[in-house]
């Protein structure tokens, strides 16, 4: 097993020799005699560091100040910090407690009893450490799971619907400008960076359940009649009876993302949308932005049913309410975000109308 690594901060030179003498056999020392060297240090060698010995008492940045600068940065997570001092009960110990110092070493130093309170504590934090990678590796691993389910499901209705492969992928990226923009724009509609990553993920989901909609409906050329209209509709349900057969498989966020999108990425905003008819915000925000989305894309893609139109005629018929009525301020995000997406590359089936 790799030496482990223990840093000595003390302005007394003496003081940090004779700490090295007690861990030198267990362990790599590295000494620091003031505050910014040892913040230097703990820059350059964190990963490796097991313990800091950190004097109180010291010119220039002080044991305090160090502290606060571990804190801020995070360090303290991962690395105990033992404060080293001579007095006992003042202010500055208690100030060190709070700011996440785990133990006191009194001076003058007793050998054993140092080496084995220490020890102990750095074990401690090892096991914690080595704990908290293997949680992280599963929980990349059921990333990668729910990654994998999410693009099988999105395969199947390639299989099904020739149109719906290329569509899905293209739906992430556009979901991810337009719940980027909203987010920002709007406080009201704010999410997190982790949520945004799973709404992207349960944006493929969103057209799912055409798996249940007949060949004869799903890739028919011409306009649909009254009653296949009907049907093609079914598939916000149908897509929806699909994913609750599979909730254990999947990441919660994802499922409950991937099902609410599934089922009301058809909803419009003046309640003229189905299949529940909801109007307005009770269409949650990301419903709201895959529905604009899902209709950008269809209207810059070739379909069986119609040649694709420009991206300029396609974003005036969403302006313009001819796709349907979208919450204006999802349509400002949209419109605020038309150079990123024909950046991104999102339009490469556009052509001239």
């Not at 296949?228 to 057969?245: A, N, P, V, Y």
């Not at 979208?326 to 339009?347: C, R």
Request: with cysteine; aromatic share 8%; hydrophobic share 40%.
């Amino acid at each position: 097993m790799r030496r482990r690594t223990i840093l000595i901060v003390d302005d007394v030179e003496s003081n940090r020799d004779v700490l090295e003498g007690i861990f030198c056999d267990d362990y790599d020392i590295l000494q620091a005699e003031d505050g910014y060297e040892a913040l230097e240090l703990v820059n350059e060698n964190h990963e490796k560091i097991a313990a800091i010995l950190l004097d109180i008492i010291m010119p220039g940045m002080d044991g305090i100040e160090v502290l606060r600068h571990l804190t801020r940065n995070g360090r303290l997570t991962h690395i105990p910090v033992f404060i080293i001092t001579a007095e006992d009960g003042n202010e500055k110990l208690l100030n060190a407690y709070h700011l996440g110092a785990v133990d006191v070493i009194q001076k003058p130093f007793i050998s054993e009893f140092v080496y084995f309170r220490i020890n102990s504590v750095v074990e401690l934090y090892r096991h914690r450490n080595d704990l908290e990678e293997v949680v992280n590796e599963q929980i990349e691993k059921l990333d990668r799971v729910n990654r994998s389910m999410v693009e099988t499901l999105a395969t199947l209705i390639e299989f099904r619907d020739c149109e719906s492969g290329e569509h899905v992928r293209r739906i992430c990226g556009l979901t991810e400008i337009l719940m980027t923009a909203v987010s920002s724009m709007y406080p009201e509609y704010s999410v997190s960076k982790a949520e945004i990553d799973k709404i992207v993920s349960a944006s493929i989901l969103h057209d799912v359940g055409k798996i249940a909609i007949p060949d004869s409906i799903l890739n028919k050329p011409g306009r649909l009649t009254k009653e296949e209209f009907e049907i093609m509709k079914t598939h916000t349900t149908r897509g929806c009876d699909i994913l609750t057969q599979i909730p254990n498989v999947m990441e919660e966020g994802i499922f409950k993302y991937g099902y609410d999108i599934c089922r009301h990425h058809h909803e419009r905003w003046d309640g003229r949308g189905y299949p529940d008819g909801l109007k307005g915000d009770d269409i949650s925000i990301w419903a709201q932005v895959v529905s604009v989305a899902d209709v950008y894309d269809a209207l810059t893609s070739p379909r069986v049913y119609k040649a694709a139109f420009s991206v300029e005629k396609a974003v005036q018929m969403i302006n313009d309410g001819e796709c349907g009525i979208f919450n204006p301020k999802v349509l400002d995000a949209f419109n605020s975000s038309l150079d990123i997406i024909k950046a991104q590359g999102n339009t490469e089936f556009a052509a001239e109308a």
